[in-house]
């Protein structure tokens, strides 16, 4: 007789799954797949398998994503699956000014957490669910979805690999337009635009920032940004107008803490004309190289054409031809669903997590000095975040 395959059944509570990035990303694309799989594999004989239940403020809308994403429990009472010792995980991806306060209740019941970015307003409460977390012994993680990008990937293969020699310096940039919702809807939710519902560009690009230059270039030593509301109206999604109290659009340069320099461009009025939504380029001694959300692009020093300044003259050069793609060594799954992944073996198997609340808060940190820059008209240290 066939040999049974161990199950490790994992309930999980997600609290706030009728939004776009929770429904999207963490229930349709990550929980719903890596059920349809079969779960996490750990062996030929041993998987982890999620146990969702959805949690939200309506019913309607959690009927329907049960219904849509197959998932039968759900319910409007967090507290009663709070109570309930079957799930072992409590997942927020709630608006970020709501986030604190679920976070602290689910370190209250004892449960293991993951949640979306940022994992609080400023960073001294961010740094205070860190240090709640640990001293009631739970596992804690925050979402990092760009480092499973394939194009983030094939950078940290390049810098793995010692391509660039010497790293000198790191430019991004990021966003689009998003329309402003009285001749076109809305790609954004409106909250986005009003910080007193957690919304602005700093607290939620600068977290992302934070994370990529800590894994791939090294941790962020100071900052110096400008930021702007450019558009001071909008309409809501029921198409009721409101004064936007965030900053749509913010320009930051970024000193790391081994002289790298980095300065990155975020902004939601803006129309794209390079190769994707987000172009990360770094430059160093041996060679260079672009990503954006797959592909990147390379130029190796022996490569390397010599161009002249000369206005005057029309050269006919296709800077553009004189990249390399990089190939995709292997496949690639949904960055949110590779993290997932990895948050349930850390919970089930206790591997190691490095995204955890003590990331987060530096996330959180570069945003409110970002801010306080901003405001100030001046460059900002970074201090260091203890664990």
């Given amino acids: 007789m066939a040999e049974q395959t161990k199950i490790h059944k994992v309930g999980v509570i997600m609290h706030g799954v009728t939004g776009r990035m929770g429904t999207n990303q963490h229930l349709m694309r990550s ?60 997942f927020d991806a709630l608006t970020t000014n709501l986030r604190a306060k679920y976070v602290r209740r689910a370190i209250d019941a ?33 979402v990092q979805d760009k480092l499973w990008l394939p194009g983030i990937r094939k950078l940290q293969l390049l810098v793995d690999s010692g391509f660039f020699g010497e790293i000198l310096a790191t430019r991004g940039e990021f966003g ?32 992302h920032w934070n994370y990529v ?12 940004c400008i930021a702007t509301t450019h558009i001071p109206k909008r309409w809501d999604e ?14 930051a340069t970024f000193e790391l803490n081994n002289g790298i320099i980095a300065h990155f461009n975020s902004s939601w009025v803006t129309r794209v004309r390079r190769d994707d939504l987000v172009s990360i380029q770094v430059d160093g001694t041996e060679g260079s190289a672009v990503a954006g959300l797959r592909n990147c692009y390379i130029q190796p020093y022996a490569a390397t054409p010599k161009p002249v300044w000369n206005p005057d003259v029309e050269t006919g050069t296709d800077y553009l031809s004189d990249w390399m793609e990089v190939p995709d ?59």
């Fill in 31 to 90: 929980i719903v797949p890596i059920i349809e799989q079969g779960g996490v594999r750990i062996s030929d004989k041993e998987t982890i398998m999620p146990d969702p239940v959805l949690v939200g403020r309506n019913p309607v809308k959690l009927r329907n994503r049960a219904n849509q994403s197959g998932i039968a429990k759900w319910t409007t009472d967090p507290e009663e699956v709070l109570a309930d010792s079957h799930y072992q995980i409590y």
């Fill in 238 to 251: 029921e198409g009721e107008p409101y004064e936007c109290t965030a900053e749509d659009a913010a320009f």
């Fill in 110 to 142: 004892g449960k293991h957490i993951y949640v979306e970015k940022p994992s609080a307003t400023t960073v001294k409460e961010a740094y205070e669910l860190y240090s709640l977390a640990e001293d009631a012994g739970i596992k804690h993680g925050v």
């Fill in 213 to 224: 230059f800590e894994h791939l270039f090294g941790r962020v030593k100071s900052v110096s």
């Fill in 176 to 207: 689009y337009w998003v329309f402003e919702g009285d001749r076109i809807q809305s790609q954004r939710p409106s909250w986005n635009y009003r910080k007193e519902d957690g919304g602005g560009i700093i607290l939620d690009m600068f977290p």
């Fill in 329 to 387: 060594h292997r496949e690639y799954e949904n960055a949110f669903k590779a993290q997932w992944e990895l948050f349930l073996r850390h919970v089930a198997l206790d591997e190691p997590f490095p995204m955890d609340f003590l990331s987060g808060a530096r996330g959180v940190q570069l945003a409110e000095k970002g801010t306080e820059s901003w405001q100030q008209g001046k460059t900002m240290e970074i201090p260091e975040l203890e664990p």
